[in-house]
């Protein structure tokens, strides 16, 4: 290259945060289409976008906006955008959409798509997507529907390419040729016995690679997993994680092939599981989302809000107890919330990752104590360096050597009791099958405001009194 064209050639993207993002101008000129009610500008303008896109936009819209766009663009709705949509925006898309659209809508979306749709709407509004399905598809949605919540029959799609275990590359190729409802997008072709149980499978690179004379049981994948269809979601998509999986087959209790999950499936459901905990950890509901009117919000939060006020007031009595020493040593006062404040964070600290280990299943019995062994001795650490720091400040500010002791003691004290507290309460809650994420934060907010101020307050009481 001249260095002529090396001057004319683009400069690369540096601003990684907004790679994916929609040009803003793209979405004023969507909105001012909509003003005018250009339907065609407005299409022409749409017609690029991806069906993610698209959903983030409608999310990100007010509600009155959303409704004369989704009203302006009519049948050119797809019904992938549908699946995009949280939950909330999407009964009210729904709701919108011309019932005419909403089937045709319906319709080109796989088993698996139609299912997630419908779970969380209400019965009128299912029936009436029910009611445009074709009878097999009716048939195979009503069956999954009928399959525990968050169970792999809930997460799988009826569309699945299987084939005979005697069958070779050739026949194999010469009937995926001759079917016209192929699913859209498969990875394998699952290999079942004469009564339809699945015996292994083969990947479609493979298959594409060998010679039509060769048997598919010849070149079957060596990983080959398969999923009860009452297994739990979650349980599902840590298979696909640990053990690299594309897709994996279905049984039912007869151990009859009824359906096949993808890796698209399963890694929505790490990120859903992932997203729960983060809201569970801050205590803000586990559902919330921008969408959520103030009420819904405000009902989410309350809750958590109240049992910190209860928390609170335990950490307050136990300062009340030491109410004298505060009072003739002000200088406590003012450290006091230095102390709450490392202990909470350092608490914070472990938490997080123990919730997450446990999540991931890289945090067991086998390997727990070594873990909180390890924490403790990085609070033993942590806390004995902000130990010195403390003490000189106190000596410096205060003037008070004694006062110094007494808090580079009391950090040391709390910030190992906050490590022990996050890594410990997280395995202990796992144990009596509560949920980690949902209450770990309260418990270790209590144990570090409570260990701590009463190590600092009483040490004081001896020490300075």
């Known amino acids: 290259m001249t260095e002529e064209q090396t001057d004319m050639a683009p400069e690369p993207e540096t601003d990684e945060d907004d790679a994916y993002a929609l040009d803003p101008r793209t979405i004023a000129a969507i909105l001012y289409a909509v003003d005018v009610q250009d339907r065609e500008k407005l299409v022409e303008l749409m017609e690029p976008l991806h069906a993610a896109d698209i959903a983030d936009m409608l999310e990100q819209m007010n509600a009155f906006d959303r409704m004369r766009l989704i009203k302006l663009y009519d049948k050119e709705f797809d019904g992938e955008i549908l699946t995009e949509l949280e939950?909330?925006?999407?009964?009210?898309?729904?709701?919108?959409?011309?019932?005419?659209?909403?089937?045709?809508?319906?319709?080109?979306?796989?088993?698996?798509?139609?299912?997630?749709?419908?779970?969380?709407?209400?019965?009128?509004?299912?029936?009436?997507?029910?009611?445009?399905?074709?009878?097999?598809?009716?048939?195979?949605?009503?069956?999954?529907?009928?399959?525990?919540?968050?169970?792999?029959?809930?997460?799988?799609?009826?569309?699945?390419?299987?084939?005979?275990?005697?069958?070779?590359?050739?026949?194999?190729?010469?009937?995926?040729?001759?079917?016209?409802?192929?699913?859209?997008q498969f990875y394998h072709i699952i290999l079942v016995d004469p009564r339809l149980r699945p015996v292994g499978k083969v990947a479609l690179g493979k298959l594409m690679s060998s010679r039509r004379e060769v048997l598919l049981s010849s070149i079957t994948d060596e990983s080959f997993h398969i999923i009860p269809v009452t297994r739990y979601e979650g349980d599902v998509a840590y298979a696909f994680n640990q053990y690299h999986l594309i897709s994996a087959p279905v049984v039912d209790e007869t151990e009859r092939l009824v359906g096949v999950i993808t890796i698209d499936d399963a890694m929505a459901v790490l990120d859903e599981e992932a997203e729960e905990d983060i809201l569970r950890l801050a205590g803000v509901g586990e559902e919330s989302s921008l969408s959520d009117t103030v009420l819904q919000t405000t009902r989410q939060r309350f809750p958590w809000l109240a049992v910190n006020l209860a928390t609170a007031i335990l950490a307050s009595l136990v300062i009340a107890q030491f109410e004298g020493a505060i009072a003739q040593v002000t200088a406590l006062a003012v450290l006091m919330p230095i102390v709450a404040s490392m202990g909470g964070n350092a608490g914070t600290q472990s938490l997080t990752v123990a919730v997450r280990a446990l999540a991931t299943r890289d945090l067991t019995g086998s390997n727990a104590f070594r873990v909180i062994r390890r924490e403790a001795m990085v609070g033993l650490v942590n806390g004995g360096a902000f130990a010195v720091i403390m003490g000189i400040v106190g000596i410096l500010w205060f003037g008070s050597p004694d006062l110094g002791y007494v808090i580079a003691i009391a950090m040391v004290i709390n910030l190992v009791s906050a490590a022990l507290a996050g890594i410990g309460i997280p395995i202990l809650l796992e144990r009596f099958g509560i949920d980690p994420a949902l209450a770990s934060g309260t418990f270790v907010t209590t144990v570090t405001d409570v260990v701590g101020f009463f190590a600092f307050l009483g040490l004081a009481s001896v020490v300075l009194l």
């Open 87 to 184: 939950d909330g925006i999407r009964e009210e898309v729904i709701g919108i959409l011309n019932p005419e659209v909403l089937a045709e809508a319906v319709r080109e979306l796989d088993s698996d798509d139609v299912v997630d749709l419908l779970e969380d709407l209400e019965d009128p509004q299912k029936e009436a997507i029910l009611e445009v399905l074709e009878d097999s598809d009716r048939v195979a949605v009503q069956q999954s529907l009928t399959y525990p919540e968050y169970s792999a029959g809930r997460l799988m799609q009826r569309e699945v390419v299987m084939a005979p275990e005697h069958w070779n590359v050739g026949e194999a190729i010469d009937y995926m040729r001759a079917t016209e409802d192929l699913p859209d």
